[in-house]
């Protein structure tokens, strides 16, 4: 075997499986990208290669429509849900990993069997409910932040909490006893030596409820109606929706693009964690 | 005698450990306890005023003895694993079992358009709903309000008595005194976003004493008097001009004449397990929801076996320490992962277009994708697998390295080939590891509604049956059906949706079982 054909089998074929992959990943982007600075800002204009490069689109969407608003309402929705979504379901993993209490198993099977049923089946209740709270209660009713976060945090224990649980077990419990012996109470242990320990998992928990937060639609599309209130995905969906979907492509590829940013910083921000607990909680499901 | 051995003995014994109950207190740990609760009843206070304003007594005793018991619960150094279940657990109960419950309770009335309210509300709706205008009657000035956004908030009329000059805000409960003129709150609407609403501005009428206030064009409105009347004795809706009677069908919940004329106002009543047959035994759903359900299996699985199996085979392609770029290679392949899916759906709709899409520019062909049925469902498959693989590829990538290389190793030594040492260690390892993901990454694709609503819109749709398309998932058929345009009927989709459940949970619960008996075989 002559040493190119040995290179081949052994290493050059893994560069074509990688490139190929690669050309496969970045299509669409570059897609958007070139969408995005194309000056005449249509989808019948739009190829892989831009025909020139242009700000317009940008300042289209921050003069022509909402986008800022949606912006904010989209990140800090997203920030607020994810955070304390990671939070409540820290603390009840913790309580399935450390405490033994009647009901433990049956608690934890009940949060598997609730999680199938998607909780946007449950849309039509969910808005009865929240007609009569945005009569009671307008600050967390329909068009609000608070509203949104709340609806979202109804699924905070779930799958999080089962992926959390099996790393707070790879936490030797060792260490809690000798924590308790020298007099810290439970609390003390949940937050200065669980916490930090399991930082791995819980970066990874932030990252895909934020990801999951700022990509739902189907909720956000029922409860905010008013223009300004409304999130990215919800905003942008409405820019290429009937006959404005060829006219406002540009812009809804500028939208894409500025819409990926607060997901790649919050991946930048977590990064160092990300492969360690994305691969930790695959082996512990 | 005791006395002479307990003196040396106590000396002897270990200090005695503090009782639990003493465990060290923090004044920063005292102080957000305080603090927290001291917030939790703030917001119970503030949540209290509406509701007794309202004079919602069963919830206010909900609020009070939920604040109570919150309050006992982390003032008590007892119940421990409470304290930290409980805060998830109310959310959990609030906007997940509550609404599902009342989604199943759904499944079995007749809940939908026109059969939305009680038999009052739909005798009103029947009673305003044919008033005619009697001649010679007043002839108010009539504006176009909303509290909320123009184009979407719930309209009022703003009417003007021609001979005192008084505003009256007037809206499905009745007339009532406005304060001011536009009153607080409310914005007039121009003509022009009026005449876009104009249909439900025709529809819209303020009930009376007498009859009923109904526009007459946009800027003019007139009381006039209800043809339609219900008769409680007859328990009939009779017609005071042409003399026909519609009986009340309790059964169905609507009033429907001897002729079968029945009246498009109904209410809500409990139609037992017929939704349910319903979606076996009426033919044209029968045959929608079969193929939906069999497309539904093929597009989970199709989408989770392929992420898996291209991802895993880049993961392996990028595992030789010998190759360059490596770590420039897995940060581009990523990045589909850390764009936002929602957007990217679109575009991607928007790349199978016949006519300017990407797709067929850059191949030189001319192919409705989304058109017909094999195509679009390849298209649906193309976009998951786009999405999905960098998120199964770093997964793969974090397991294969945990699998030890002693174990690689010890197969060449065997005489093992490459593949067969993929196929006989790695490959069962990594299922091993992986199967749970893979399980919840079927049950999320079962139900992806993003990916077939964003895209296809469960399109192409054949032209007999408008409801159920060659890519509908049941999500989406059962979104139509609640949502969509041809009247809502949220008591079937209600049912359909008890089926997407216990379907899902099936699947999981068989899978989840055969894997704990896979791991005791391997492990």
């Known amino acids: ?285 | 005698m005791t006395t002479q051995l307990g003196g040396p003995a106590t000396q002897r014994v270990l200090p005695v450990t503090e009782p639990p109950a003493e465990r060290s207190v923090t004044a920063a740990g005292l102080i957000t306890k305080v603090l927290l609760l001291g917030l939790l009843v703030a917001v119970a206070v503030w949540a209290a005023f509406p509701l007794i304003a309202g004079d919602h007594w069963v919830g206010l005793g909900v609020l009070v003895t939920t604040t109570a018991g919150l309050l006992y619960l982390y003032l008590t150094p007892r119940h421990v694993p409470a304290k930290y279940l409980v805060p998830g657990t109310i959310f959990l109960i609030i906007f997940q079992i509550f609404p599902v419950l009342y989604t199943a309770s759904t499944a079995f009335t007749n809940f939908g358009d026109g059969h939305r309210g009680s038999k009052a509300d739909a005798v009103t709706a029947i009673q305003t709903g044919s008033v005619t205008r009697v001649p010679g009657s007043t002839e108010y000035r009539l504006r176009i309000a909303t509290q909320g956004d123009p184009a979407t908030g719930a309209l009022v009329f703003l009417i003007t008595d021609p001979a005192t000059g008084q505003v009256q805000i007037g809206d499905a409960g009745g007339l009532r005194p406005a304060d001011g003129n536009p009153p607080a709150g409310y914005t007039v609407l121009t003509a022009g976003q009026a005449s876009t609403r104009s249909a439900e501005i025709t529809d819209f009428a303020v009930p009376t004493a007498a009859g009923a206030i109904r526009s007459a064009g946009l800027s003019r409105a007139y009381e006039g008097k209800a043809v339609r009347a219900y008769d409680a004795v007859a328990d009939a809706i009779k017609d005071t001009v042409t003399g026909k009677v519609w009986p009340a069908d309790e059964s169905a919940g609507a009033f429907v004449a001897a002729d079968g004329e029945r009246l498009a106002q109904g209410w809500k009543v409990n139609v037992g397990f017929a939704n349910f047959t319903r979606a076996f035994t009426d033919d044209d759903v029968a045959s929608a929801f079969l193929g939906t359900l069999i497309w539904d299996f093929v597009f989970a699985i199709g989408s989770t076996g392929g992420t898996f199996v291209f991802g895993m085979f880049c993961a392996i392609a990028l595992q030789s320490t010998r190759m360059r770029f490596r770590g420039l290679y897995r940060i581009l392949m990523v990045l589909p992962y850390a764009m936002p899916s929602f957007a990217m759906l679109l575009v991607w709709r928007d790349m199978f277009n016949t006519d300017f899409g990407l797709i067929n520019n850059v191949l030189g062909i001319h192919v409705d994708w989304l058109g017909t049925p094999i195509t679009a469902q390849f298209a649906v498959l193309l976009v998951q697998l786009w999405l999905g693989y960098p998120y199964m590829f770093l997964v793969t990538t974090g397991a294969l390295q945990a699998i030890p290389g002693e174990l690689t190793d010890a197969t060449k030594v065997d005489g093992a080939g490459p593949f067969q040492s993929f196929r006989r260690v790695k490959l069962p390892l990594l299922l091993i590891a992986l199967t749970p993901l893979l399980i919840s990454s079927f049950a999320f694709n079962f139900n992806n509604f993003n990916a077939i609503f964003l895209t296809t819109e469960g399109g192409p749709f054949p032209a007999d049956n408008p409801n159920s398309g060659a890519t509908d998932l049941l999500i989406t058929y059962t979104y139509r059906l609640a949502f969509g345009g041809s009247g809502a009927q949220y008591g079937f989709a209600a049912a359909v949706s008890i089926f997407i459940f216990m379907i899902v949970a099936v699947v999981s619960a068989v899978s989840f079982r055969r894997t704990r008996a896979q791991e005791e075989v391997y492990s």
């Open chain 1, 1 to 285: 075997m002559t040493a190119t054909a040995k290179w081949i089998k052994q290493v050059g074929w893994r560069h074509l499986v990688a490139i190929l992959a690669v050309l496969f990943s970045l299509g669409p982007i570059a897609f958007v990208l070139s969408a995005a600075v194309n000056p005449l800002g249509t989808l019948s204009s739009s190829s892989l290669v831009p025909s020139g490069v242009s700000p317009d689109n940008f300042s289209r969407l921050w003069s022509d429509t909402d986008f800022g608003h949606w912006f904010v309402n989209s990140v800090v929705i997203a920030a607020l849900a994810s955070f304390l979504s990671v939070f409540l379901s820290a603390l009840a993993a913790f309580a399935f990993s450390r405490r033994r209490f009647r009901g433990r198993r049956t608690g934890l099977l009940a949060l598997l069997l609730i999680q199938m049923f998607p909780q946007f089946l449950a849309i039509v209740a969910l808005f009865l409910i929240f007609s009569t709270v945005t009569d009671l209660w307008p600050p967390i009713g329909f068009n609000t932040w608070w509203g949104m976060v709340l609806i979202y945090l109804g699924g905070a224990l779930g799958v999080n909490t089962w992926l959390m649980k099996g790393f707070f077990d790879t936490v030797p419990k060792e260490l809690d006893e000798s924590a308790h012996v020298d007099g810290a109470s439970h609390v003390q242990i949940f937050f200065k030596i669980l916490l930090p320990l399991v930082s791995p998992i819980l970066a990874v928990s932030g990252l895909l409820a934020f990801i999951g937060t700022i990509n739902e639609f189907l909720i956000a599309n029922v409860f905010l109606r008013d223009g300004a209130a409304k999130t990215l995905s919800v905003g942008l969906y409405g820019l290429v929706q009937g006959s404005e979907r060829n006219t406002n492509f540009g812009m809804f590829c500028a939208g894409t693009l500025l819409t990926a940013i607060p997901t790649v910083g919050v991946f930048m921000y977590l990064q160092r964690y990300i492969v360690e607990g994305l691969s930790a909680g695959a082996v512990k499901g």
